[in-house]
């Protein structure tokens, strides 16, 4: 049996063995949302028949087991791109570059786990843990599946089912968590709220991002900018691959002054036109590298590419990089990083086996390094009072509150909407990013999907893409990366809920009430759009629409009820759902303020828009407000209301214009 305490409603903790003192809460600094948490309904320990126990605990592992039900469908365990229900799979999950097997490595994989019966599990740890998901049959289980004869037997399975999960850590000891529902969103939640809430990213990373060849200088971004703003594609984000370090892999840190002579200016210019700048860089120092000499006695045993890997759990460590980058970066303007390469093979990385000067393990240190990198960089934005949002190759247990969105080298159209899907199950965000694409066709369906996750990038490091690289779809394209931009007063608010009530923005259908398919192609943009990407090839395709009428977001036609359903599109359009009663906040086509829409029949739709000043803290500190629009009648004769707080942040709201989408609405 296993002891456990509840530390908030619905959250119990309970530590077996001897835990370690280094762990990835911890080192996020994770501190609950006690609001939220208190806001949710409350709910009885999950576990109401058979108990989770322990297997064995030994100087070297420590074996927990939780039991399953027979239809009882498992999902999270952190990003994974070829499925959403786990069960039935063995993985071993160590964070790496992904190798395109669900096998357990991956950017961002981690022993956190969402069961559809209404509750979540998580370890707590930064070794490498293993999950037998349904799969280890015990001889002790009274209940397990009897042997069966192969040669006569054709029920003969290779995978006879178990009836729980099993998760072993190679420790002494394990601090494991339980939340509970009722249903699998509220357990998320919980989850997300116990780690300080989902990230509430600044305003303009909810725009475009666009990265530009690694080698390009400050004159060439300039005139890509101009291009941007001459063909009217709208851009917010301009990110700077490799090129601009005077040498990289390993990293300086330091300004190419050949490539960008004056950075500051550089910087300047961009922010003058609402650009803000992103900087790639890994976490391997060049001996180049003005802060080597301070960073090398607190650096690892061993090198990547030539440079020394820093033990950034080290104070010390944390500030000097901090400081340069504070220097070199933040103080002129830039915006925030792309953390590359912080996750890594087994060839090129450091071995598990190296030492750091903290004591920590080579494998713990590869678990947290993306959160290592993602918390120093964070902070040196948070130190200025300006919100950062960024990408990086590796995250861990504990992120939702960290400002940054995972992406890969792996790059299948298919299992990036997966990818997107599995990632809202674990506090993680995807950038499904764009790079190139066999022809137009494919080129129109990946930027749909792109402009309708939670970072809409074209990476063109490599391929030198634009937006407009193919002609016979520009405006296409360009209309898609408008409505994206027409859709931030949405998508925002849908963040804010994140971080306040920690409901993922981005979230597989399977969360939703009556969607039992495990579509891992649909998935659901804030409380009320159902985006149904199209891939290469189709021009309809099955969409599942949870429990509900739903209607079409671009005509405001029923599409269809709860259920499965054919849906077409033609090549210009991403099929986009609205749930009835769905009120959508946009921003006007050629204006400041807000067009809200209102699809469906319900005879009542109300919905809480989120407002602050976009950029800053000044949020934590209770500068914000939500503001209440309703709307009740039908098509011919309804009324609009906006109860507007009576702060002086209610400027957006102001000149808002009202759509009945549904005629007979
Ligand atoms: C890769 C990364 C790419 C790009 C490239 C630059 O590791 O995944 O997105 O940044 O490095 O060299």
């Known amino acids: 049996m296993i002891d456990w305490t509840e530390l908030h409603p619905g959250v119990w903790r309970a530590r077996v063995g001897a835990s370690s003192s280094f762990t990835p809460l911890d080192l996020v600094g994770a501190t609950p949302r006690e609001d ?4 949710l309904r409350g709910a009885p320990f999950p576990f109401a028949g058979p108990s989770p126990s322990v297997i064995g605990v030994t100087e070297c592992c420590t074996a927990l087991r939780f039991p399953l039900a027979p239809e ?106 339980v939340f509970a529902g009722p249903t699998a969103l509220d357990a998320v939640r919980r989850y997300n709220l116990f780690c300080g809430g989902g990230v509430l990213p600044p305003r303009w990373a909810l725009g475009f991002w666009h990265r530009v060849p690694t080698l390009y200088t400050d004159e060439q971004i300039d005139a890509e900018v101009a291009e941007f703003e001459a063909r009217g594609y709208p851009l917010q984000v301009v990110g700077l691959e490799p090129g601009w370090h005077s040498k990289a892999y390993p990293c300086t840190y330091e300004w190419d002054a050949s490539r960008f002579p004056e950075p500051g200016a550089f910087v300047d210019r961009m922010t003058d036109k609402g650009i803000r700048v992103n900087l790639w860089e890994n976490a391997y120092v060049s001996p ?38 504070r220097r070199e970066h933040a103080d002129i303007g830039v915006s925030g990083y792309k953390l590359d390469e912080c996750d890594g093979h087994d060839h090129w990385l450091w071995p598990a086996h190296a030492t750091f000067p903290s004591g920590h393990t080579g494998e713990e240190m590869r678990q947290t390094y993306g959160l290592q990198l993602q918390t120093l960089t964070d902070g040196v934005f948070r130190d200025a009072g300006q919100r950062t949002f960024g990408l990086t190759r590796a995250s861990y247990t504990g992120a939702s509150s960290l400002p940054y969105a995972l992406y890969s080298d792996y790059y299948d159209h298919r299992a990036f909407v997966t990818a997107l899907c599995n990632c809202g199950f674990s506090g993680l965000l995807w950038s499904p990013e764009i790079r190139s694409a066999g022809d137009a066709e494919e080129w129109a ?18 391929s030198g893409t634009k937006p407009w690289s193919y002609p016979e779809i520009e405006d296409a394209i360009r209309e898609v990366m408008r409505l994206r931009i027409r859709l931030i007063p949405y998508l925002y608010t ?39 990407p199209l891939f290469r090839g189709e021009t309809e395709r099955e969409v599942e629409f949870p429990t509900g009428s739903w209607y079409d977001f671009y005509t405001g036609e029923h599409a269809g009820d ?41 005879p009542h739709a109300s919905y809480r828009y989120y407002m602050d000043d976009g ?16 709307a009740t009648g039908d098509a011919n004769d309804f009324t609009a209301t906006v109860v507007a707080p009576p702060s002086g942040q209610a400027d957006d709201l102001r000149g808002a214009v009202w759509h009945m989408m549904t005629s007979g609405g």
Not at 36 to 39: R, T
Not at 584 to 598: E, F, H, S, T, W
Request: hydrophobic residues 35%; aromatic residues 10%; proline residues 6%.
């Open 288 to 325: 180049d590298a003005p802060i080597h000499d301070a960073l090398e006695p607190l650096s690892g045993s061993h090198m990547v590419w030539g440079g020394i890997v820093p033990d950034y759990t080290l104070p010390e460590a944390r500030g000097i990089l901090a400081g340069q980058h």
């Open 445 to 462: 369906r990946r930027m749909q999907t792109v402009c309708f996750s939670p970072v809409a990038m074209l990476n063109a490091w490599a």
């Open 562 to 602: 709860g259920g499965a359903h054919t849906v077409s599109a033609p090549l210009e359009r991403i099929p986009l759902f609205v749930r009835d009663g769905g009120l959508i906040p946009m921003a006007q086509d050629d204006g400041d303020g807000l067009d809200i829409r209102y699809y469906g029949t319900a």
């Open 494 to 532: 849908a963040f804010a809920r994140y971080h306040f009530d920690g409901t993922p923005p981005f979230r597989s259908t399977v969360l939703e009430e009556g969607d039992v398919s495990d579509r891992s192609d649909q998935y659901m943009m804030g409380d009320s759009l159902l985006v149904a």
């Open 72 to 177: 009882e469908r498992i999902y999270g365990f952190g990003l994974h791109f070829n499925r959403l229900n786990h069960r039935g799979n063995v993985m071993r999950l160590q964070v790496d570059h992904y190798g395109g097997r669900d096998d357990g490595r991956s950017h961002a994989s981690m022993p956190f786990y969402v069961s559809s019966d209404g509750y979540a599990v998580l370890l707590n740890t930064a070794r490498v843990a293993t999950a037998h998901i349904g799969t280890s049959v015990r001889k002790d289980d009274p209940d397990r599946p009897p042997s069966r004869d192969r040669n006569t037997d054709r029920e003969w399975d290779a995978l006879p089912p178990a009836d729980a999960v099993e998760m072993a850590v190679p420790a002494g000891g394990v601090e494991a968590f």
């Open 36 to 39: 939220g948490l208190a806001e």
């Open 615 to 630: 950029e800053t803290y000044a949020y934590e500190r209770g500068e914000y407000a939500w503001a209440t629009l309703e």
